[in-house]
């Protein structure tokens, strides 16, 4: 008797586990339903795309990937690419660089007005980008940085993304103080202790903000528009729409095709900085 109620709530517990695997798997198709219609629609014509509920085209050719990517005799959508993740890279880096020193500095380091800085770093969380995209846009303007990727690195520079920052300050205050009372006493620096003992265990929300920012600026399309005038230098959000715009009759599996290939980059990143990715928000959420 006492064996045949554990093999009961084992099968019950097993039975628990299929349903909710099968109905976490029908939610991921569904949800990925959209981008496998863009991806058949790559090999649709514009008749079939808004003419037909079929999934599967009629034909398949490579072609509208071949005509997507040549915009024109001068420019292809490889500039586009080189481009996008040029910007995005080094805005990356240094948003996680400075939030890190800005993060250490709060949360292991007493100076005046330090609770007063926090709550302004804070408040500038609540702000909506509308507001500030006139100031940024004259100050800018006035320092002759338009047209350029400078807006975004100087944003970076500046600590202009309080989330991160925030994000770290929890991290860091799950961390002992005594981590950083030893390597002082085996005579390790303020910058040693940084970058020796915090940072290793700071990877994980290291990764996650790299991650945030990094799908954030790949994915930036309006402060793009408003600080870049140069073909040459849009970034893929821009070229697509710049798909969009150079022909009266827009064809649109070519339009589809660059799009799918604007999202390979950060399926691929995505995938494969899922475990710091988990590690990190987990971690976040029981120390914060």
Not at 154 to 168: H, R, S
Not at 196 to 220: E, G, V
């Amino acid at each position: 008797m006492q064996t045949v109620v554990p093999r009961r709530k084992l099968r019950k517990r097993n039975s628990v586990s299929v349903g909710l695997y099968i109905a976490v798997l029908v939610v991921g198709l569904v949800m990925l339903l959209p981008i496998v219609w863009m991806f058949f629609a790559t090999f649709k014509t514009n008749e079939e795309i808004f003419g037909s509920l079929k999934l599967l085209p009629s034909h398949w050719s490579f072609q509208p990937y071949i005509d997507g990517w040549n915009v024109n005799g001068r420019i292809t959508y490889a500039t586009f690419y080189i481009n996008t993740f040029v910007l995005t890279i080094v805005t990356t880096l240094i948003t996680v660089f400075i939030a890190a020193l800005v993060a250490y500095g709060f949360a292991r380091f007493k100076f005046p007005m330090k609770k007063l800085l926090f709550t302004i770093l804070i408040s500038t969380l609540m702000l909506p980008n509308a507001v500030l995209m006139i100031p940024r846009y004259s100050i800018f303007n006035t320092l002759g940085m338009l047209d350029s990727y400078m807006p975004f690195y100087m944003q970076a520079l500046l600590g202009c993304y309080p989330f991160f920052i925030f994000m770290l300050i929890q991290f860091l205050r799950g961390v002992p103080r005594d981590l950083d009372e030893s390597a002082y006493i085996d005579g390790c620096s303020e910058i040693g202790v940084l970058t020796k003992i915090l940072l290793p265990l700071l990877k994980p929300a290291l990764f996650s903000a790299a991650l945030f920012q990094f799908m954030w600026t790949y994915n930036d399309y309006t402060n793009v528009l408003i600080y870049i005038n140069s073909v040459k230098k849009y970034t893929l959000s821009l070229a697509l729409r710049l798909s969009l715009d150079s022909e009266s009759v827009v064809q649109w599996n070519k339009v589809m095709a660059m799009s799918f290939l604007s999202m390979v980059p950060l399926g691929i990143l995505f995938f494969a900085a899922q475990k710091y990715f988990v590690e990190g928000m987990m971690t976040g959420a029981i120390k914060g």
